[in-house]
């Protein structure tokens, strides 16, 4: 069966940090495309940030470009996603996800890019 499963959020100050760790079972991590996305109650899933296999291609939203890093260890089979500079509009849940094999990465934003999807971690940011 596979899963992604998302850790690491918490509740953290304004201007504070977090680093969110996604795993994955019944697949190998390692050999796709993983992307993050976060979501507030009554809003649109938003997509965050994306990584390719190798880790040498990623990219942002604006909305978190400069303040939110994207990597992967193949080593430990986890991505991640540093979140540094939070704000309080940053409170979210937030999602890993595993890319559909063959997809454009022009695509990375669409939800519909993506095959399979972790339960999420909340992140509040809050004083």
């Known amino acids: 069966q596979v899963q992604l499963v998302e850790s690491g959020g918490g509740l953290v100050q304004p201007g504070g940090s977090l680093r969110l760790s996604c795993t994955g079972s019944?697949?190998?991590?390692?050999?796709?495309?993983i992307g993050w996305f976060r979501q507030v109650p009554g809003k649109e899933r938003e997509a965050l940030s994306y990584?390719?296999?190798?880790?040498?291609?990623?990219d942002y939203a604006d909305s978190v470009k400069g303040r939110f890093t994207i990597s992967r260890d193949h080593a430990k089979h986890e991505v991640y996603l540093q979140l540094d500079s939070l704000k309080p509009e940053d409170t979210a849940v937030y999602y890993c996800?595993?890319?559909?094999?063959?997809?454009?990465?022009?695509?990375?934003?669409?939800?519909?890019?993506?095959?399979?999807w972790g339960q999420g971690t909340q992140v509040t940011v809050s004083s």
């Open positions: 996800a595993r890319m559909w094999r063959g997809r454009a990465l022009v695509e990375w934003e669409k939800e519909q890019s993506y095959a399979a």
């Open positions: 019944g697949f190998s991590l390692d050999d796709y495309v």
């Open positions: 990584i390719t296999i190798s880790g040498h291609r990623s």
